[in-house]
């Protein structure tokens, strides 16, 4: 059985970091993180995909260039998101979500699996 768990999330004022991390139970060529907040749609945030025992290109929503971070250790199958700068709208519950497939996809029906979901809080 697959499993994905995130942990890492917590609550930051605006202008700080935070680091949240996915470790799953297997290996997949694309990961991602998308994130979700209270009364919108869940939306991709970034991916990065895995293979020959290097990162592969990543992908970043527009909103988050320059401030957000992925990256993937391969050999412990998990996958980080340490986003800086962090601002109000950054809050929602961040979801890992991982696929077979191997294109990133900022689709969430791209992906077959998913975690529970990490809280990050943002006050202004």
């Known amino acids: 059985q697959v499993q994905l768990v995130e942990s890492g999330g917590g609550a930051v004022q605006a202008g700080g970091s935070l680091r949240v991390s996915c470790a799953a139970s297997e290996r997949f060529y694309a990961m991602a993180w998308f994130r979700q907040a209270p009364g919108k749609e869940r939306e991709f945030v970034a991916g990065m995909g895995w293979a020959g025992g290097s990162p592969q290109p990543t992908r970043y929503t527009d909103s988050v260039k320059g401030r957000f971070t992925i990256s993937r250790d391969g050999a412990r199958n998990t996958m980080y998101l340490q986003m800086n700068s962090l601002k109000p709208e950054d809050t929602a519950v961040y979801y890992c979500?991982?696929?077979?497939?191997?294109?990133?996809?900022?689709?969430?029906?791209?992906?077959?699996?998913w975690g529970q979901g990490t809280q990050v809080t943002v006050s202004s």
């Open positions: 979500a991982a696929s077979s497939g191997t294109v990133i996809s900022a689709l969430t029906s791209n992906y077959r699996f």
